[in-house]
């Protein structure tokens, strides 16, 4: 049995199974000695894009590995047509290692292959990759890009209630580290929001966008969903955020996970099954009801909804459920 945790909605409108990729930043390690372990690991075609930025071309798709540093990528990707390993380069990696994280970009991967990514993981940590302990200024996580059963209107509502409900009780579910709490990385909605959105209805795509639009037109969230709402509209996204590093695609973008590489008891499964509790909410149109009318019953004109009260009562409501 997989230990990553199975959604309700397990395929898409096409039949085809869903996919999720994920993103994981870690330090520890030079960019030239995290290469050569993924390498090594997926045996795939290698592309190198520029001295810190390579791809590996596998049978799940393209994995991409780079140093973490637009400076440093824009000055390697200059010189590289000049010498694309420089010796200057390897040793300005070399003390980057230290502060700078390296990403490990996975391609979209079916629901029933995610465990393809173990060796990957067990091949960095035995090399000596950190994560988010080895930092407090990088605030290393790992990003959870979970590909939508489908883009209507119903289901992306279905999946911000769910999330916004839970989002409190994701940062202890997670324990997130104090470093990426005050970072702009990883936001939460603000409560305002969140109570215009649970008492919407059956809200159609430019509710949707009006609204989220009025009060998270950023990267900075920790459910960030500008890629979807980009994949569906860019120019009315750019329109309102005006941020070209916005990739549109047809997933949720969830930052919230620490990366802890380093423990042998870590795993990319143990933060999926963490956001596989969204997954099972938005699928549960009674139980959003019920949690909205207790979200919008609690929350108090200027002080707004108690936090340690919330999260304690979303605790024992899931464990009442068996979804914990």
């Keep these: 049995m997989s230990r990553f945790r199975k959604p309700l909605k ?11 990729g994920f993103e994981l930043e870690f330090t520890g390690l030079t960019f030239a000695q995290a ?30 590995l780079e140093l973490d540093w637009a400076l440093l990528k824009q000055v390697s990707k200059e010189y590289a047509d000049v010498d694309p390993t420089p010796d200057w380069l390897e040793g300005l990696s070399r003390a980057a290692a230290l502060v700078v994280p390296i990403e490990l970009v996975c391609p979209p991967i079916a629901l029933d292959r995610l465990e393809s990514l173990d060796p990957v993981i067990d091949a960095l940590r035995g090399a000596g990759a950190q994560g988010t302990e080895d930092s407090f200024i990088a605030a290393l996580g790992v990003h959870i890009n979970a590909e939508l059963p489908d883009t209507g209107p119903t289901t992306i509502q279905s999946y911000l209630k769910a999330y916004s409900l839970l989002q409190w009780w994701l940062v202890d579910a997670h324990n997130v580290n104090i470093a990426r709490k005050v970072s702009p990385y990883v936001d939460l909605y603000p409560e305002k929001y969140i109570d215009q959105l649970l008492s919407q209805q059956h809200a159609e795509i430019d509710d949707i966008f009006d609204l989220y639009l009025a009060y998270n037109a950023t990267r900075n969230r920790a459910l960030d969903l500008l890629p979807l709402l980009s994949h569906i509209d860019n120019q009315r996204v750019q329109n309102q955020a005006n941020d070209d590093r916005i ?13 802890e590489i380093e423990r042998r008891d870590w795993s990319l499964a143990a933060e999926w099954n963490n956001w596989w509790v969204v997954e099972q909410l938005s699928g549960d149109t009674d139980a959003i009801t019920e949690l909205s009318q207790r979200w919008l019953s609690m929350s108090r004109p200027l002080l707004g909804v108690n936090r340690n009260e919330w999260v304690k009562g979303v605790d024992q409501w899931l464990h009442a459920h068996g979804w914990q």
């Design 10 to 20: 397990q395929v898409r409108l096409d039949g085809k199974q869903r996919r999720v």
């Design 247 to 259: 990739k549109p695609r047809p997933a949720l973008h969830y930052r919230l996970p620490n990366c």
């Design 35 to 64: 290469r050569q372990h993924v390498r090594q690991v997926l045996k795939g075609t290698e592309k190198a894009k520029s001295p810190v930025e390579i791809s590996f071309e596998t049978e799940l798709g393209e994995f991409n």
